[in-house]
Every structure is written in C-alpha cells, then in structure tokens.
C-alpha cells in the first residue's frame, strides 16, 4: 500500500479535471483553440519560506477547483490517475 503524497514548501498536487461547459459560472466555449485546463486541488505543501523564516501558506486548499497553466509542472501517476506538481505561484486562478 502506497502512502499519502505530501508537496513540500509551496508546490500543490492537482489532478486535471474535465471540462464541459461551465465552471465556476465561467462558460468554456466549444470554438476555443486550445483546451482549458482546469485542475482540482489534491494536496498542498505549507507553504514558501521567505529569507527570515516566516512560511507564507498557500492560496489554495484542498478541493479548490484552479485554472492551470497550458504548460508546465511536473507529471505524476499515482494509483492510476495523474496529477501535476506545480509551484503554487504557477496556478492562474481559483473557482468559487
């Protein structure tokens, strides 16, 4: 049995979600050019540690639905889903 993956400092895990429609109130035309990726947060390390120590948490939580950039972050299967490893920074936006 595999254990429970946790993102260090300010990186998130976000499984890639599909998108049909509307989210968040937001609708995604059929005629766009290249796919949105909207991702669901999985888990979120504590946060970037700044030059005097303080940790500055995330902006995002567990659960919370974020537009993801169209490249970048680190692919990662687990349990036969992927997922993205991203810098926190690296998200465009929240869902609410």
């Given at each position: 049995?595999?254990?429970?993956?946790?993102?260090?400092?300010?990186?998130?895990?976000?499984?890639?979600?599909?998108?049909?429609?509307?989210?968040?109130?937001?609708?995604?035309?059929?005629?766009?050019q290249?796919?949105?990726?909207?991702?669901?947060?999985?888990?979120?390390?504590?946060?970037?540690?700044?030059?005097?120590?303080?940790?500055?948490?995330?902006?995002?939580k567990?659960?919370?639905?974020?537009?993801?950039?169209?490249?970048?972050?680190?692919?990662?299967?687990?349990?036969?889903?992927?997922?993205?490893?991203?810098?926190?920074?690296?998200?465009?936006?929240?869902?609410?």
């Open positions: 049995m595999e254990k429970s993956f946790v993102p260090l400092l300010n990186r998130v895990l976000v499984r890639q979600a599909d998108v049909t429609g509307a989210l968040g109130g937001v609708l995604i035309p059929s005629t766009v290249t796919p949105v990726k909207i991702g669901i947060v999985e888990a979120v390390g504590i946060g970037h540690r700044t030059n005097n120590g303080t940790v500055l948490p995330p902006l995002v567990k659960g919370d639905k974020v537009l993801l950039p169209e490249t970048g972050g680190i692919p990662i299967r687990r349990e036969n889903k992927d997922y993205l490893l991203l810098h926190d920074d690296e998200l465009l936006g929240v869902f609410h």
